[in-house]
C-alpha cells in the first residue's frame, strides 16, 4: 500500500462537521477518526478514541485547533463499545459535562466487562478455546497465568458506563441536527452508524451521510467474530448480522460515509457489494475446505489470513479462531454445514 501522506490531524469535512486523527499507541490502524459534529448546544463527538496520553493530548489539541475546547463537549455518541471507540469518553466526560449515548447491547458488554474478574474471564476463554480444537501449547500460556494470579489487565476494564441509550431508528438529541441511528450489529452486537439526514455540503448526490465507525470502512473488512460473551447460547449469528447491516446501510443511498479509521469516501454502494462479495467468496471457500470435517481450530489454521499461520502471534489466532467461529456459524445457520460429534466438535459441508 502506498505510504499515506503526512496530513493535517484535523479535518473540515464541511457543514458542521470536522474529524480528529486521534492515534492508536503501537496499532498498525494508526488512528481513530474522532468526528466532531456542531450543535446548538456544543460540540457533540462521535467516538473518542484510545485511553492513551499521547490520544488525550491530540483530542484536546484538535478541538483547541477547531477552536472550541473539550471543556465545551455537549455529548458524545458511541459507534461501539471498541477501546479504540471509547476509550477516552470518561475522560471527556470528566472535562466537560458531556452526556454519553450508546446502543444498549453494548453497553451491556462494557458492564460486563467492568464487573468480570480477570479469573472468571480466563476460565471462560480457556474453555472457549478447547471447545474449538485449541492445541494444549496455546492454552497452557493462559492457565499460568490464570494459576499465577497475573491475568493481564483487559483493555475496557475502566470503560466508561454510557449514561444515554442509544435507540435504532431514533433521531439523537442533537440541538439543532438531525443525526438517526442506525443499529448494525455484526462487528460488535450493539454497532451503530449515525446518519446524518441533511444536504451534502458540496451537493454530493445522495441521501446525507453517514458516520460508519468500523462497520462500513474503505479499505478494510471489519473483524467478525463471535459476540465475547460467556452468556452467549449458540442462537447468535454476528456474521449473518453483519452482512443484514451492511444491505441495510447500502439501501440508505448517502452521499459520503465518514468512517472512524483510513479515510471518509462516497458511492458507499460500490463498498457495501465489494465486501458482501468478499463474504460470498470466503464462505464458498470455507465449504469447500469444510468437505472433511474440522474444528474451528484446524479451519482457522487453513483459512487465509493477512500472513501464514505460523507467523501469526497467540492473542491474534485467538481472534482468528473467533472468525472462523462465525463464519461455521453462518454456514450452520444457512445449513450449509453440520456439526459431528465428538469433543472437540468438527463441522462437515453437508
Ligand atoms: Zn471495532
Ligand atoms: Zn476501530
Same mark, same amino acid.
Given at each position: 500500500?502506498p505510504q499515506?501522506?503526512?496530513?493535517?490531524?484535523v479535518?473540515?469535512?464541511?457543514?458542521?462537521?470536522?474529524?480528529?486523527?486521534?492515534?492508536i499507541?503501537?496499532?498498525?490502524?494508526?488512528?481513530?477518526?474522532?468526528?466532531?459534529? $456542531?450543535?446548538?448546544? /456544543?460540540?457533540?463527538?462521535?467516538d473518542?478514541?484510545? $485511553?492513551d496520553?499521547?490520544?488525550?493530548? &491530540?483530542?484536546?489539541?484538535?478541538?483547541?485547533?477547531?477552536?472550541? $475546547?473539550?471543556?465545551?463537549?455537549?455529548?458524545?455518541?458511541?459507534?461501539?463499545?471498541?477501546?479504540?471507540?471509547?476509550?477516552?469518553? /470518561?475522560?471527556?466526560?470528566?472535562?466537560?459535562?458531556?452526556?454519553?449515548?450508546?446502543?444498549?447491547?453494548?453497553?451491556?458488554?462494557?458492564?460486563?466487562?467492568?464487573?468480570?474478574q480477570?479469573?472468571?474471564?480466563?476460565?471462560?476463554?480457556?474453555?472457549?478455546?478447547?471447545?474449538?480444537?485449541?492445541? $494444549?501449547?496455546?492454552?497452557?500460556?493462559?492457565?499460568?497465568?490464570?494459576?499465577?494470579?497475573?491475568?493481564? &489487565?483487559?483493555?475496557?476494564?475502566?470503560?466508561?458506563?454510557p449514561?444515554?441509550?442509544?435507540?435504532?431508528?431514533?433521531?439523537?438529541?442533537?440541538?439543532?441536527?438531525?443525526?438517526?441511528a442506525?443499529? &448494525?450489529?455484526?462487528?460488535?452486537?450493539g454497532?451503530?452508524?449515525?446518519?446524518?439526514?441533511?444536504?451534502?455540503?458540496?451537493?454530493l448526490?445522495?441521501?446525507?451521510?453517514?458516520?460508519?465507525?468500523?462497520?462500513?470502512?474503505?479499505?478494510?473488512?471489519?473483524?467478525?467474530?463471535?459476540?465475547?460473551?460467556?452468556?452467549?447460547?449458540?442462537?447468535?449469528?454476528?456474521?449473518?448480522?453483519?452482512?443484514?447491516?451492511?444491505?441495510?446501510?447500502g439501501?440508505?443511498?448517502?452521499a459520503?460515509?465518514l468512517?472512524?479509521?483510513?479515510?471518509?469516501?462516497?458511492?458507499?454502494?460500490?463498498?457495501?457489494?465489494?465486501?458482501?462479495a468478499?463474504?460470498?467468496?470466503?464462505?464458498?471457500g470455507?465449504?469447500?475446505?469444510?468437505s472433511?470435517?474440522?474444528?474451528?481450530?484446524?479451519?482457522a489454521?487453513?483459512?487465509?489470513?493477512?500472513?501464514?499461520?505460523?507467523?501469526?502471534?497467540?492473542?491474534?489466532?485467538?481472534?482468528?479462531?473467533?472468525?472462523?467461529?462465525?463464519?461455521?456459524?453462518?454456514?450452520?445457520?444457512?445449513?450449509?454445514?453440520?456439526?459431528?460429534?465428538g469433543?472437540?466438535?468438527?463441522?462437515?459441508?453437508?
Amino acid at each position: 500500500m502506498p505510504q499515506e501522506p503526512a496530513a493535517p490531524q484535523v479535518s473540515d469535512h464541511g457543514g458542521g462537521v470536522h474529524s480528529i486523527k486521534v492515534p492508536i499507541p503501537d496499532n498498525p490502524l494508526g488512528h481513530t477518526l474522532v468526528h466532531l459534529v $456542531d450543535t446548538d448546544r /456544543g460540540p457533540v463527538l462521535i467516538d473518542t478514541g484510545w $485511553d492513551d496520553p499521547a490520544s488525550w493530548n &491530540t483530542l484536546t489539541a484538535g478541538l483547541r485547533a477547531l477552536g472550541t $475546547d473539550v471543556s465545551a463537549v455537549h455529548g458524545v455518541v458511541i459507534t461501539h463499545h471498541h477501546p479504540d471507540h471509547h476509550g477516552l469518553s /470518561g475522560q471527556v466526560r470528566e472535562a466537560s459535562g458531556a452526556w454519553i449515548a450508546m446502543h444498549a447491547a453494548d453497553a451491556a458488554v462494557v458492564r460486563r466487562t467492568r464487573e468480570a474478574q480477570p479469573g472468571v474471564w480466563l476460565d471462560y476463554l480457556c474453555a472457549k478455546l478447547t471447545a474449538v480444537g485449541a492445541p $494444549d501449547e496455546h492454552i497452557a500460556p493462559l492457565r499460568q497465568a490464570r494459576a499465577s494470579g497475573r491475568a493481564r &489487565t483487559l483493555p475496557g476494564l475502566r470503560a466508561a458506563l454510557p449514561d444515554r441509550e442509544i435507540v435504532p431508528g431514533d433521531l439523537l438529541p442533537l440541538a439543532g441536527r438531525r443525526l438517526r441511528a442506525i443499529w &448494525t450489529p455484526g462487528h460488535t452486537p450493539g454497532h451503530v452508524c449515525l446518519h446524518l439526514e441533511e444536504a451534502h455540503p458540496s451537493q454530493l448526490p445522495g441521501h446525507g451521510r453517514l458516520f460508519s465507525g468500523d462497520h462500513l470502512l474503505p479499505g478494510i473488512t471489519p473483524h467478525i467474530g463471535l459476540y465475547e460473551d460467556p452468556d452467549d447460547g449458540e442462537s447468535t449469528d454476528p456474521l449473518g448480522d453483519y452482512l443484514d447491516s451492511l444491505e441495510r446501510v447500502g439501501r440508505l443511498g448517502v452521499a459520503e460515509v465518514l468512517p472512524a479509521h483510513q479515510h471518509a469516501f462516497a458511492e458507499p454502494g460500490v463498498r457495501v457489494r465489494e465486501l458482501l462479495a468478499h463474504h460470498e467468496e470466503r464462505l464458498a471457500g470455507l465449504l469447500s475446505l469444510l468437505s472433511a470435517p474440522l474444528t474451528p481450530w484446524e479451519l482457522a489454521e487453513r483459512m487465509e489470513w493477512n500472513r501464514p499461520w505460523g507467523q501469526i502471534p497467540d492473542g491474534s489466532r485467538t481472534i482468528a479462531v473467533s472468525e472462523a467461529e462465525a463464519h461455521v456459524r453462518r454456514l450452520e445457520k444457512l445449513g450449509r454445514v453440520v456439526r459431528v460429534g465428538g469433543s472437540p466438535a468438527r463441522y462437515h459441508a453437508v
